[in-house]
């Protein structure tokens, strides 16, 4: 199960180290067990939380039990180093903003002696209402499955996990932003991080090609390089964000007021 990626995720796999760590434990039986209860719609539900995960799995004689999967969160020293980390790259907050993951994170993590998944089990606490004895047992097996599908399709339930919700964290990022802006407009020089994702992202590369000639007979239309990219999933409001700029491309190109 785990191996699909689906909705607004990357095409990779963030759960295929969790897994494996779980699977590595050689209990095939129970995970076997696992998948298949998975598979069947066992899991009726699974919460996510601040160190905490919550599954309710219903038995093969109807009882429900509750599986809980607990990990450290990260410190707010760790997380506070990890958002300078993300803020100081435009393509990390971009990723972030669209709803992606950087495919460097566990890279970034290690740089603070971090991991994004529990790398042992010594480092994760099973606990299931059952009466069973062995831990993990296959309602867990099941609910680390689920888990771990729910991570390839909404990766920010990873981060969440950890101790940093989807919404704190993007507000985070833009506070780093407009801080690194702040310091720049003020004279005063700005966190390197910081530096370089804010002064340096309008700034053209050094390998950028001057400007061509116009063709006789060519147009040239302002917003011709919206329509070179790829839809972009966010919206103002009710308006889609490609008609926002658009609009507003038109308006610098012919010096018409905003509206």
Known sequence: MPERAAGHSSSRSWSHQFITMLESLRMGTTFQQGRRYARAGHVRSVTISTSLVTALVVDEDGETYRSRVAVRAFSAADWSRIERALAGEAIHAARLLAGHLPDDLDTIL??????????????????????????????????????????????????????????????????????AQRHIAEGHAAPAADVAGTATFWTAGPRLSPPQPLVPGTVRYPDALLDQLDPL????????????????YRRLATGLPDP
């Not at 994760?124 to 399709?153: M, N, T």
């Not at 999933?233 to 507003?248: I, K, N």
């Open 110 to 179: 290690a740089g603070f002696g971090l991991s994004l998944f529990p790398e042992s089990l010594a480092e994760i606490v099973l606990d299931c209402s059952c009466p069973g004895w062995q831990k993990p047992c296959r309602h867990l097996a099941a609910a680390c499955y689920v888990l771990a599908e729910s991570f390839d399709a909404d990766p920010f339930g990873i981060l969440a996990w950890r101790g940093r919700g989807r919404d704190e964290l993007l507000e985070a990022l833009r506070g780093h932003r407009v801080s």
């Open 233 to 248: 999933p966010l919206t103002v409001g009710r308006f889609e964000v490609t008609d926002v700029l658009r609009d507003a």
